[in-house]
């Protein structure tokens, strides 16, 4: 495949306008002359950017990753994928150990079989499994199960990777807990670990973060607010320069200055967009479920019974576009939801930018108004 005339995203340049090779399922440097079998496409001078990574998101066309089953998985995949996020790494919610062996099982199942790229089933690549919980604070569960929530278990952990063949490349915790720096002490090397769903002040925050940890859980929200007496895990966050935070922009969960004001503490280089998406999302208004929990979602809203926040019903590429209507630069969020999230769990290699030996999956996005016009998985159109 030859994709011309495309104003191409790249991490170092930003917008260049160039032509793009996809050979055998993979982005390719060496130019080639169209044959008699290669599909070129002209892109009219609209933007080619990398699939979108989303690292934080639990559901969507009415179903949950949680739900552990084939069906789910497929049909998470298929909806993420004609949204243009082609990798994906879903979240866990604080359940069972039982539960989420179940979990981990059923994601390396879709996972063995979507790793093909072109030829393969058109569907998002999972490149990841998150697990957020069930190592957090109960005064900061937000819309998880209290009644799973554990203190952190190195040996629960790694019977849970083992399940997943390896695919746990995400784990919140909350380091306050008991057994918190042990944990990061002992795995950070082998998981990245985001801190998050926690009442942590700076100090032990910072202290985290000097053991390893290199991640923050939806930045703002389940954890103390940032103030100038008691900066909490945001300031610890900032201050160590190698952490990743992640943050939801579907106009809910964070006001815009905050969203301004977060990456002009962070940097694009290190923000990472999530949408933390639930089940409802592409659905109709109505009630709904979360980690075993009600939920009613509303137009944009999806809330518990006592008005807390229960995930957004908003995918990544509208999360991407609404960062844009808030300020944000294009080039920078579209950083931040493909290359940033896939770097953040050790996978850029291969997904979250259009470069040479990366898979070929991109999204070709209108410069009109940031409208999909085709999704590319493996050098491969997907079918609308």
């Given at each position: 495949m030859i994709i011309k005339n495309a104003y191409v995203f790249t991490t170092e340049q930003g917008f260049v306008k160039k032509d793009t090779v996809i050979e055998n399922g993979y982005f390719s440097d060496r130019g080639r002359l169209p044959g008699e079998r290669e599909t070129v496409i002209d892109a009219?001078?609209?933007?080619?950017?990398?699939?979108?990574?989303?690292?934080?998101?639990?559901?969507?066309?009415?179903?949950?990753?949680?739900?552990?089953?084939?069906?789910?998985?497929e049909a998470i995949g298929d909806y993420e994928l004609r949204s243009g996020i082609t990798a994906i790494c879903p979240a866990a919610m604080t359940l069972s150990e039982e539960m989420l062996r179940g979990i981990c099982e059923n994601a390396y199942a879709y996972s063995?079989?979507?790793?093909?790229?072109?030829?393969?089933?058109?569907?998002?690549?999972?490149?990841?499994?998150?697990?957020?919980?069930?190592?957090?604070?109960?005064?900061?569960?937000?819309?998880?199960?209290?009644?799973?929530i554990a203190s952190?278990?190195?040996?629960?952990?790694?019977?849970?990777?083992?399940?997943?063949?390896g695919l746990v490349r995400l784990i919140t915790i909350a380091p306050e807990m008991a057994g918190a720096m042990d944990f990061i002490s002992e795995?950070?090397?082998?998981?990245?670990?985001?801190?998050?769903?926690?009442?942590?002040?700076?100090?032990?925050?910072?202290?985290?973060?000097?053991?390893?940890a290199d991640h923050v859980t939806h930045c703002f929200n389940a954890m103390p607010g940032f103030s100038h007496r008691a900066p909490g895990v945001i300031g610890a966050a900032a201050d160590a320069s190698h952490v990743m935070p992640e943050l939801i922009c579907d106009g809910v969960h964070v006001h815009p200055s905050a969203v301004r004001a977060a990456f002009k503490l962070f940097g694009g280089e290190r923000m990472i967009l999530i949408s933390d998406s639930m089940r409802a999302t592409g659905m109709a208004d109505g009630a709904y479920t979360l980690g075993g929990l009600d939920v009613d979602v509303k137009g944009n809203r999806a809330t518990l019974a006592d008005g807390t926040l229960a995930g957004s019903v908003t995918n990544l590429m509208d999360c991407m576009r609404t960062a844009v209507s808030m300020g944000i630069p294009l080039?920078?969020?579209?950083?931040?939801?493909?290359?940033?999230?896939?770097?953040?769990?050790?996978?850029?290699?291969?997904?979250?930018?259009?470069a040479d030996g990366?898979?070929?999956?991109?999204v070709l996005l209108s410069r009109a108004d940031l409208s999909v016009q085709e999704v590319i998985l493996g050098g491969e159109i997907?079918?609308?």
């Open positions: 009219q001078e609209n933007y080619l950017i990398p699939g979108l990574v989303d690292v934080h998101f639990h559901g969507c066309g009415g179903y949950d990753f949680s739900d552990g089953t084939p069906e789910a998985m063995s079989g979507n790793q093909a790229g072109a030829g393969g089933r058109q569907k998002a690549r999972l490149c990841g499994i998150h697990l957020e919980g069930p190592f957090i604070s109960a005064e900061k569960k937000g819309a998880q199960n209290p009644a799973y952190p278990d190195i040996g629960m952990f790694r019977r849970l990777q083992e399940a997943a063949r795995l950070h090397e082998q998981v990245h670990i985001s801190l998050g769903h926690t009442m942590s002040d700076y100090d032990v925050a910072f202290e985290a973060f000097g053991l390893g080039e920078t969020a579209v950083r931040c939801a493909t290359y940033n999230p896939a770097k953040s769990i050790g996978v850029e290699a291969l997904h979250g930018r259009i990366a898979y070929g999956d991109c997907v079918k609308k």
